[in-house]
T-cell receptor
Framework: GAGVSQSPRYKVAKRGQDVALRCDPI?????LFWYQQALGQGPEFLTY????????KSGLPSDRFFAERPEGSVSTLKIQRTQQEDSAVYLC????????????FGPGTRLTVL | QQQVKQSPQSLIVQKGGIPIINCAYE??????FPWYQQFPGKGPALLIA?????SEKKEGRFTISFNKSAKQFSLHIMDSQPGDSATYFCAALQGGSEKLVFGKGTKLTVNP
């Protein structure tokens, strides 16, 4: 079966542009997570969905960041008016129900803001 | 404030050596401690995880040692191989939360 997929794999944006990053979780996984990984750093939590409900968005760095999962499957992370400090790899992860179930990560989208 | 402190930042060993990566935490509410392995251009993948009710867990060549009183845990890789060359992250999760907190990572190089 397919793992978590993300698209695009690479995105170059000019400062001030809006971008949309897509995540396709593993089929049947109700929980979905977004992380931001700066170069040489560990992933940092951005937001969490259970089905279509966004239960925690405490990690979103500013109101320019917005995530949605309208049908409880595919998720989109949108960044408005991109800034250079937004350059990072954005990772998506999903997991099946169960308290200790594993989070499976996608390959990430590398965003470069010029 | 960094919630999980990981060291060393980088580590070089010879094939067959036993690299050890250490992590420390402050939040006593953390109750799940996974280790992830990440290769360049890939997402992190779960290697092994431990809960604080045990002091050690082994899976194949990977061992987690956990010291609850010291709030420290470590990853040991037995008989390391060049294919183990990757970046390793420790992480922690608080009960009732879904927010995994990662360390900054250790870049491991295993020379042939």
């Amino acid at each position: 079966g397919a793992g978590v997929s993300q698209s695009p794999r690479y995105k170059v944006a000019k400062r001030g542009q809006d971008v949309a990053l897509r995540c396709d979780p593993i089929s049947g996984h109700v929980s979905l997570f977004w992380y931001q990984q700066a170069l040489g750093q560990g992933p940092e939590f951005l937001t969490y969905f259970q089905n279509e409900a966004q239960l925690d968005k405490s990690g979103l760095p500013s109101d320019r960041f917005f995530a949605e999962r309208p049908e409880g499957s595919v998720s989109t992370l949108k960044i408005q008016r991109t800034q250079q400090e937004d350059s990072a790899v954005y990772l998506c992860a999903s997991r099946s129900p169960g308290q200790w179930s594993e989070q499976f990560f996608g390959p990430g989208t590398r965003l470069t803001v010029l | 404030q960094q919630q999980v402190k990981q060291s060393p930042q980088s580590l070089i060993v010879q094939k067959g050596g036993i690299p050890i990566i250490n992590c420390a935490y402050e939040n006593t509410a953390f109750d799940y401690f996974p280790w992830y392995q990440q290769f360049p251009g890939k997402g992190p993948a779960l290697l092994i995880a431990i809960r604080p009710d045990v002091s050690e867990k082994k899976e194949g060549r990977f061992t987690i040692s956990f010291n609850k009183s010291a709030k420290q845990f470590s990853l040991h890789i037995m008989d390391s191989q060049p294919g183990d060359s990757a970046t390793y992250f420790c992480a922690a999760l608080q009960g009732g939360s879904e927010k995994l907190v990662f360390g900054k990572g250790t870049k491991l190089t295993v020379n042939p």
